[in-house]
């Protein structure tokens, strides 16, 4: 069976049969990947005006230290996972292919004895050792202990929340992530903060605010999991210790990974403040804060798509997995493309949001910018690795990406400052992209590339030549109002290039699905 028997299949919502199984994923991944491209779009403008509140309210040293704080507890936290929050995925969606929901829920039961026992480890960790850390990275004030103290309680509950969305994740039921993470927990930060400065509790304020609202998503994902793994449902086949075992062994060697793979993400961010000062840091975390807006988009795929790979890739369905990974790829191409260019023109005046000082993070902005172009690019290739079964590679992945990354920074830095650890970012961002573009292709025979990718590429160098002539009648550096106008012309520029040069048969199916949802919603 070629790709062409398998497409219309695939984008017709019918059956298709390979290996006397019926599976049809193109309208299931996007409806959730619309699900939470609208949690994206929240949590973006909520993180970002959390980010422009704190600028405009702390000291940039402070801000500073904030970043550093948090960038400590998110990797205490990730590795208190032990790599649970991927095994839980993708065993709760393969048992649930196979009918039991016990066994699923023993994989999530499994998880969350073993998590929240590390993350308790890790909280006391992080209070015992905090001076020690403040003495390295932070001011090594009263205050910075203080504070990063208070911030390691939310390490259980930042692991509680991250497993019961791997749980909803596995159960393909993306709207309840977006309730408990992108709602839930950002709007709740949003105002519990704004009430911390306005009566003058500074960092230690903020920061309290941030555990609360860490408590209240793991809370909200808490009832949500249980609304889908409910007891009541039926089972075909009993739990059994080999579902523990199981779990355990696909997920303890990601535990090396996810600690890597955070420490990967801020890597530059913590070195910085080795090599800097906290001033640096708070000018390189506003850009970095900005620059990886784009991310979440690709994370509104992903999170998608990650269960669907684990799935077919169980099932054999290696055409349609392929066909789904071009697909999907794309797609993420296509809606990173315009942020990332708004992200290049308009550098200067998006850093001016945060105030005037923080223009000394612009082109360190570009360059991050770039280096989410780069990861966009490539596609979920770093999840077919992971949800093929191949751990133990993406550790490798990670550890050579690291292994630039920080090598570049010691070099970039001392010279550079915050262009010098953006650099390294985007050094790293190559070789780990190239790396698992590699190995798909190596194990598996497939890769995300086709000619739809020329279509978005030439409507975006369109958009931004208009930008750019605009820009000489339109001054983007005398406002918000001028770089929302500019904004707005490229975006419709953009869009109306996509239109003009054709939209892929895959993508016509997708607006039709759409349309159809929405007519259904309108008649409701």
């Not at 704080?69 to 205490?76: D, G, H, K, P």
């Not at 999530?108 to 020690?132: K, Y």
Request: glycine residues 8%; contains cysteine.
């Amino acid at each position: 069976m070629s790709a062409s028997d398998i497409q219309p299949a695939v984008l017709e919502g019918q059956a298709m049969s390979e290996g006397d199984e019926s599976v049809t994923y193109l309208p299931q991944v996007a409806k959730g990947a619309m699900i939470n491209l609208s949690g994206t779009v929240v949590r973006t403008l909520l993180a970002f005006g959390y980010t422009i509140l704190l600028a405009r309210t702390l000291p940039v040293s402070d801000l500073g230290q904030y970043f550093l704080i948090l960038t400590i507890v998110n990797i205490l936290g990730l590795a208190s996972t032990l790599g649970l929050d991927f095994g839980v995925v993708r065993y709760v969606a393969l048992y649930v292919g196979e009918g039991s929901f016990q066994k699923a829920r023993q994989t999530l039961r499994t998880a969350l004895l073993l998590g929240l026992a590390t993350g308790i480890v890790a909280m006391g960790i992080a209070i015992i050792a905090a001076p020690s850390l403040a003495a390295h990275l932070l001011s090594e004030t009263s205050q910075s202990v203080t504070a990063l103290r208070l911030f390691a309680i939310s390490i259980p509950f930042w692991v509680g929340a991250r497993l019961f969305n791997a749980t909803t994740q596995g159960m393909h039921c993306m709207h309840y992530q977006v309730f408990s993470r992108d709602l839930g927990e950002q709007l709740s930060k949003l105002v519990l903060t704004g009430i911390a400065l306005a009566v003058g509790a500074g960092l230690a304020g903020v920061v309290m605010a941030n555990v609360a609202s860490v408590a209240l998503a793991m809370l909200l994902s808490m009832v949500f999991a249980l609304i889908v793994m409910r007891p009541a449902r039926e089972n075909r086949a009993p739990a059994t210790s080999g579902t523990s075992r199981e779990i355990l062994h696909y997920s303890f060697p990601l535990a090396f990974s996810n600690i890597l793979g955070m420490v990967l993400v801020w890597i530059d961010m913590l070195i910085m403040g080795y090599l800097g000062t906290a001033t640096d840091v708070g000018f390189y975390g506003a850009a970095l804060r900005v620059g990886v807006v784009s991310s979440a988009i690709f994370l509104a795929f992903t999170t998608v798509f990650t269960p669907v790979i684990s799935d077919l890739y169980n099932r054999h369905f290696s055409q349609q997995l392929h066909l789904l990974y071009k697909t999907v790829s794309r797609w993420i191409f296509i809606c990173t493309l315009p942020m990332v260019l708004l992200q290049l023109l308009f550098a200067d005046p998006i850093m001016n949001m945060f105030g005037s000082q923080f223009a000394a993070g612009s082109k360190a902005l570009m360059i991050l910018a770039l280096s989410q172009l780069v990861n966009a690019a490539s596609g979920p290739a770093g999840y077919m690795v992971l949800m093929s079964g191949r751990s133990r590679l993406e550790l490798l992945n990670i550890s050579v990406a690291l292994a630039i990354n920080a090598a570049a920074c010691f070099l970039l830095i001392p010279q550079y400052g915050v262009v010098g650890a953006a650099l390294a970012n985007l050094a790293a961002s190559f070789a780990i992209n190239l790396m698992r573009a590699a190995q798909v292709w190596f194990f598996m025979r497939m890769h995300a590339y086709n000619p739809g990718y020329l279509k978005p590429a030439l409507a975006g160098a369109a958009a931004a030549i208009v930008a750019d002539q605009a820009g000489g009648f339109i001054d983007a550096s005398t406002g918000p109002a001028q770089v929302i106008a500019l904004a707005s012309m490229m975006l419709l520029v953009f869009l109306a290039g996509i239109l003009l040069l054709g939209i892929d048969a895959e993508d016509k199916a997708v607006l039709l699905l759409v349309k159809a949802r929405l007519g259904r919603n309108g008649t409701t």
